[in-house]
């Protein structure tokens, strides 16, 4: 498979996941979330999903298209290691969909973002939130949701935020 | 409609256009022709449609993947209003498939650089050979051909090299 034809699936994999998560949190109150900003497309799509909503983007630098620069009151502005456990006052248990995406380009390194930020991005979510993400993450507090039919397993995720899972017995 | 929806059916649309190319131009002897390499997606694509062809690439600076850089001598380095000209020696009248995508993001800027490419890339097609391109060019050395099923009117272009069109008389 090219890297043109990856690329179109790991895309409508992304559309896919995002279309069942804005289902599933259809009776959550709270804000959403976008770990990411990039070039604003998914953002975009994120304010046709949820017009209603408040949605607060984390980003390091803003270099987004013009027509999708967030309001500078739900910009969460650096790096995430950073803003993500500062939000916590403003955003913590209140979340009901948040959206990963590093699009890093770089698998390792992608891995290990998510490694870093799933403890910091699971206190934001309330309880039965769900977070749509592209690395695979793994803390106690997020379970693995089916995926939506088209999608193959691991090209992206669905979680969702439930109390801290004990430990089978 | 999202700038994911409209960024997914724009890749859709290319590769369709690709697809459909690729077939016209199997009799035709020929290189390929990459008009911008990007981050090297397409030039990977077209690497898996013509395993057989030399495919050249015309880029300012490469900033592609790793696993997408054209070899040295197939890299036509510099401004396109440069580089074309000057590869007349070397392609003229040879090339079986071009594809152009300036990916900019700028549509202005997008038709202004396609007005200047249009006669530079037509004396490098051979008689039949197929331009594939997300701008619309007008040349009369270049026929424009049917889109494929699905692709809308506009949102990309499909043409054929032919011998100059005589005016209506």
Partial sequence: ????????????AQRSCLAVAA?????????????G????RTYDHL???FPERDIFVCEREVHAHPDCIPPAELLLLGDMRDTLPAACGLLGGRVALAHL???????AASRALA???????????????VLVSEPALATDELET????PGVRPGRYHLYRRVSRIS???
């Fill in 167 to 169: 430990p089978r017995s």
């Fill in 115 to 129: 490694t870093a930020l799933a403890p910091l991005i699971a206190p934001l979510l309330r309880l039965g939130a």
């Fill in 1 to 12: 498979m090219s890297r043109l034809d990856s690329f179109i699936r790991r895309l409508e």
């Fill in 23 to 35: 289902e599933l949190v259809g009776p959550l109150d709270g804000p959403v979330l976008e770990l």
């Fill in 145 to 148: 949701l089916p995926l939506p």
């Fill in 47 to 49: 304010r046709e999903l």
């Fill in 37 to 40: 900003l990039g070039n604003g």
């Fill in 101 to 107: 995406d590093p699009g890093t380009g770089d698998a």
